[in-house]
Nanobody, 121 residues
C-alpha cells in the first residue's frame, strides 16, 4: 500500500514562491510502477492535474501550469516536490500528491490527504 503525505501548504502572499513536499512510503520512489504526480482542487472546482514525474527523468506539465511550476524528486529522502512561482489568489486550492499510471496526466492509484494553500495579501 502506497502512502503519500503532503506538507508545506499554508498562507502565502501573491507573487511569492511556495514549495510543497510529498513524502512517499510503501513503494520505492524509483519504481517504474508509478508516476508521481500533483493535482489541486480549488473551492467549487473540479480536481486539476498539475504535473507528473516519471522514472528516467521525464516530466510532464499541464499547459496551464507549465513555466510556473517545477516537479522534482529526492530519491534518498523518498520525497516528491512541487515548486510554484508567482502565486496568485486563483492558486488557492487543496494540493494533492498522487501515484498513478500513464504518460502525461496519470490514472491515479493512490492519493495523499492534501495540503491547503491559500494565496492572499
Amino acid at each position: 500500500q502506497v502512502q503519500l503525505v503532503e506538507s508545506g501548504g499554508g498562507l502565502v502572499k501573491p507573487s511569492q514562491t511556495l514549495s510543497l513536499t510529498c513524502t512517499v512510503s510503501g513503494a520505492s520512489i524509483t519504481t517504474r510502477d508509478y508516476a508521481w504526480t500533483w493535482f489541486r482542487q480549488a473551492p467549487g472546482s473540479e480536481r486539476e492535474w498539475i504535473a507528473a514525474s516519471h522514472n528516467g527523468g521525464t516530466e510532464y506539465y499541464a499547459k496551464s501550469m507549465k513555466g510556473r511550476v517545477t516537479i522534482s524528486r529526492d530519491h534518498a529522502k523518498h520525497m516528491v516536490f512541487l515548486q510554484m512561482n508567482t502565486l496568485a489568489p486563483e492558486d488557492t486550492a487543496v494540493y494533492y500528491c498522487a501515484a498513478g499510471w500513464g504518460i502525461g496526466e496519470p490514472r491515479v492509484a493512490y492519493w495523499g490527504q492534501g495540503t491547503q494553500v491559500t494565496v492572499s495579501a
